[in-house]
């Protein structure tokens, strides 16, 4: 691959988290070094990364705007994800997979 190329997601597999004002935390399925964040809610999400089961997620974190998505590398020992809205309840959906374009 020449520099400065980008290679298409390729998912591996998704994970929901019923979603609400209230941290949620799932764990990934899959594998890949980038999650595909989804937020089929009606509120900004606000997600974080890790390898913990006991991960949270605050309004400080990463945030992805009602019917957006964000593509982020995850490394190889993201394990699990947390999210929580701004408001309301909703699904926000997490897929494991490689590649670095949407």
């Not at 890790?50 to 998505?69: I, K, N």
């Not at 993201?78 to 809205?85: I, P, R």
């Not at 701004?86 to 490689?98: E, H, I, K, N, P």
């Amino acid at each position: 691959m020449s520099t400065g190329a980008t290679q298409p997601f390729r998912p591996a597999g998704t994970a929901s988290a019923a979603a609400s004002t209230s941290v949620a935390t799932i764990g990934l399925v899959g594998g890949g070094g980038a999650v595909l964040v989804y937020n089929a809610s009606n509120a900004t999400a606000f997600f974080r990364l890790g390898g913990a089961t006991a991960l949270t997620a605050t309004g400080a974190d990463t945030p992805v705007p009602a019917g957006g998505r964000i593509l982020v590398g995850g490394g190889p020992f993201v394990s699990h994800a947390a999210v929580v809205l701004a408001s309301g309840s909703g699904t926000v959906y997490f897929t494991l997979g490689d590649g670095d374009t949407y």
